[in-house]
T-cell receptor, first 111, second 113 residues
Framework: GEDVEQSLFLSVREGDSSVINCTYT??????LYWYKQEPGAGLQLLTY?????VMKQDQRLTVLLNKKDKHLSLRIADTQTGDSAIYFC???????????FGSGTRLSIRP | KAGVTQTPRYLIKTRGQQVTLSCSPI?????VSWYQQTPGQGLQFLFE???????NKGNFPGRFSGRQFSNSRSEMNVSTLELGDSALYLC????????????FGSGTQLSVL
């Protein structure tokens, strides 16, 4: 994706927390998103955060936004095998309606 | 409420042919966007339609086109297919152009031989 960067792979032990990181470049971004893609499926919206927020928690998911550093993270607590998927960070810029996606982070869970 | 529906699920074509993909958005959603997903390029924005008008376009050649009907259903067309057009084509819908939530279909996997 253009201007949204993520690491490609992350491996965590079952039961541990996973932290997936993302950086973006456009300071005018209004919304930042995390999507999940399982094999053979489309993208599922997990959570999103408005650009004037710092943190959002939703059950096992915690999103942290550092607007100064243009850094977004997704923490998954108590990671389970069902969390194995590709996680995409995305931003919506105020100047255009399109949503720009990162390349995705493949999360694998080891026993 | 039914989700975003894309048809067909899989498609095999040969070089030079053309293809039409269909997308039915969630009921009540008026904005439809299309994305191309490939292992090398990730998710690339193709175009967005709202009220039967193309509102936004990505950096794709003119062989890629689309349209939206009055019931918000959308189609995209790729003419003169090339091997590099092999990809998962994803459609997404939202209530309107400013709504923050974008919901995706399962995609159409296009293979060009």
């Amino acid at each position: 994706g253009e201007d949204v960067e993520q690491s490609l792979f992350l491996s965590v032990r079952e039961g541990d927390s996973s932290v997936i990181n993302c950086t973006y470049t456009d300071s005018s971004s209004t919304y930042l998103y995390w999507y999940k893609q399982e094999p053979g499926a489309g993208l599922q919206l997990l959570t999103y955060i408005f650009s004037n927020m710092v943190m959002k928690q939703d059950q096992r998911l915690t999103v942290l936004l550092n607007k100064k550093d243009k850094h977004l993270s997704l923490r998954i607590a108590d990671t389970q095998t069902g969390d194995s998927a590709i996680y995409f960070c995305a931003e919506r810029r105020s100047s255009a309606s399109k949503i720009i996606f990162g390349s995705g982070t493949r999360l694998s869970i080891r026993p | 409420k039914a989700g975003v529906t894309q048809t067909p699920r899989y498609l095999i074509k040969t070089r030079g042919q053309q293809v039409t993909l269909s997308c039915s958005p969630i009921s009540g959603h008026r904005s439809v966007s299309w994305y191309q997903q490939t292992p090398g390029q990730g998710l690339q924005f193709l175009f967005e339609y709202f009220s039967e008008t193309q509102r936004n376009k990505g950096n794709f050649p003119g062989r890629f086109s689309g349209r939206q009907f009055s019931n918000s259903r959308s189609e995209m067309n790729v003419s003169t297919l090339e091997l590099g057009d092999s990809a998962l084509y994803l459609c997404a819908s939202s209530q309107d152009r400013v709504n923050e939530k974008l919901f995706f279909g399962s995609g159409t996997q296009l293979s060009v031989l």
